[in-house]
């Protein structure tokens, strides 16, 4: 299942996926009941990930706003064990993260050996968010002549390529998800925000504004996973319209991934 969401080409272009695609999946008792599975073969191999203590994996989800990062996060943690698993949503760096370089507050997240991160948002919004707010480059402060637009961005797909690499040459495993949904279905989810008091929380009036910037912050995605999307750190594009298929995929994806592992555990010599 896993391939079918990697991106075919060395070009992206999200206009072509539909985020409302269930590749002919149908959301019915049966599928219920693979979840179900899934989710106790991924609570067992998390597990013996914690036992074996080798590896990690990280899990980085990216999505425009309303894209269903927090719900993803919620169905995935829901199949772990609370001991082992740790989540970081990455908003606005303060001023002693703007101190350090852009990945210093992300290399402090990092899962341990045996544990599971997830990142609600992460490192990518230094090339997505700041590409389409160039403002916001200003704020760190950085030499003149390293903080031009069109070089910074160029390096820091750079930095990024080489900070992953050397993550998984030390045993972490990552997975990148970009939840894909089309503006249409962010509207009716900003609206059903305002509709419900419970969910009023979650908007904010800026995410209106942001709406304006719908197309470079697709242009700036489609960026982001043309460079960086490597062998040792890929990225899914999950259609994301509909919930059921976004979880279902992501699960099936991460379920697969640790399975290739071959972890053991260790035995009574090894001890």
Same mark, same amino acid.
């Given at each position: ?136 480059? !200003? ?90 999307? !490597? ?25 697969? !991934? ?14």
């Amino acid at each position: 299942m896993a391939r079918e969401f990697r991106p075919a080409n060395a070009q992206v272009h999200l206009h072509k996926i539909d985020p409302k695609d269930t590749n002919g999946t149908v959301n019915d008792a049966k599928l219920a009941q693979r979840v179900q599975e899934r989710m106790k073969e991924l609570y067992d191999l998390h597990y013996l990930m914690f036992a074996e203590n080798k590896r990690a994996l990280l899990i980085v989800l990216q999505g425009i706003d309303a894209s269903g990062k927090d719900g993803l996060v919620r169905h995935l943690a829901s199949g772990l064990n609370p001991q082992g698993v740790k989540v970081w949503s990455f908003k606005q760096p303060s001023d002693v993260e703007l101190d350090h370089d852009y990945l210093w507050r992300v290399h402090r997240a990092m899962p341990g050996r045996g544990e599971i991160a997830i990142f609600n948002r992460s490192h990518y919004e230094e090339v997505t968010v700041v590409k389409v707010h160039p403002e916001l480059i !200003t704020r760190q402060n950085l030499p003149d002549e390293l903080a031009h637009p069109k070089s910074l961005f160029r390096h820091r797909y750079r930095q990024i390529n080489q900070f992953e690499r050397m993550m998984t040459e030390n045993g972490t495993v990552i997975l990148k998800f970009f939840l894909h949904i089309s503006k249409e279905e962010q509207e009716k989810r900003f609206e059903e925000r305002l509709r419900d008091p419970r969910k009023h929380w979650k908007f904010a009036k800026g995410d209106l504004l942001e709406r304006q910037y719908w197309e470079a912050y697709m242009d700036a995605f489609q960026d982001m996973i043309e460079h960086t999307n !490597t062998g040792h750190a890929p990225w899914y594009i999950l259609p994301a319209d509909n919930k059921w298929y976004r979880d279902y995929a992501a699960l099936s994806i991460v379920v697969s !991934t640790l399975n290739k592992l071959n972890m053991t555990f260790p035995t009574l010599k090894n001890l």
